[in-house]
């Protein structure tokens, strides 16, 4: 396979609400790649080391959402654009249904796809992040320190942040440190995480949906057609191991692996071991 670079799997889908780019690897059935949410994140950062594992046997498209700095800006709250963002990409590339695996927030948009649209999605993989706090304090340490860099962006504020998020501090590299603060500290980047993490927003993002008449979507997990597989790591101080409880109970068809030793990004903490269980349950034959 040629080398999987930024450049060589770049592609952009023009849509009539702006322009999503996008990174194309492999041939085979479509598997959609959705990154999760934080400072500087990219949908390449989440997956660049996994995408030549899943080449091999998938069509792979990384999506990356509106608000992040890649695709066009949103006026929108990135994760209510998110959703209609996953539905025009796929109407723009022709495709009736497709895999996913989501990161955190790209789980949560997968499963809210999942179940807005049951024949788009066939199976679902979710990595940390779905699901609701039942054990542990709402929101997370790492959460906390999100909306703490949002409020005030500065270095110790970001590499506080990026440890919360693994297990093994020696990953919070300075090269790490360099690619996601320059991203973060764009100023539409930045708008759109206040938008998402600005302690206001943040706060009004809850009381709205306290006084919502529409159930909140794990809620809705009972009528979750795709079948599913949770993957966790144990010691994710992001988003706590015991938010997997809810979805294990609720979902139909739904299996659960958890990593040891290991944060909030298990494909990149525990990579060769979760590429392993991942594809087994992607390829397995469906026997329905």
């Known amino acids: 396979m040629t080398e999987l670079t930024y450049e060589s799997t770049l592609r952009e889908l023009v849509t009539d609400q702006g322009v999503l780019r996008y990174h194309e690897a492999g041939q085979g059935p479509p598997l959609l790649l959705l990154h999760g949410s934080g400072p500087g994140v990219t949908g390449w950062r989440n997956y660049r080391g996994n995408l030549a594992a899943f080449a091999e046997h998938f069509r792979c498209l990384v999506l990356e959402f509106p608000g992040f700095g890649v695709s066009d800006p949103t006026d929108q709250h990135p994760m209510m654009a998110a959703n209609g963002a996953v539905i025009r990409f796929l109407d723009g590339l022709g495709l009736q249904q497709v895999d996913v695996i989501g990161n955190s927030m790209g789980g949560i948009v997968g499963t809210q796809v999942a179940l ?27 959460i906390k320190l999100l909306m703490e860099f949002t409020e005030e962006p500065t270095r110790e504020r970001l590499i506080q942040w990026l440890h919360s998020m693994v297990y093994d501090p020696a990953l919070v590299t300075e090269e790490l440190i360099e690619e996601r603060w320059a991203l973060a500290t764009e100023p539409e980047t930045l708008a759109a995480a206040r938008r998402m993490y600005g302690r206001a927003a943040f706060a009004a993002g809850q009381k709205a949906a306290a006084k919502s008449d529409t159930p909140p979507y794990w809620a809705m997990l009972h009528k979750l057609k795709a079948r599913t597989l949770i993957t966790w790591g144990r010691d994710d101080r992001v988003s706590p191991v015991d938010m997997a409880l809810l979805p294990m109970r609720t979902v139909p068809d739904v299996e659960v692996h958890i990593f040891p030793n290991c944060g909030h990004w298990v494909m990149i903490e525990q990579k060769a071991a979760w590429e392993s269980v991942v594809l087994a349950f992607l390829t397995r034959k469906d026997e329905r």
């Open 116 to 142: 807005a649209h049951p024949d788009r999605i066939r199976r679902l993989v979710t990595i940390g992040g779905m699901g609701r706090n039942i054990f542990s304090p709402s929101p997370g340490e790492g």
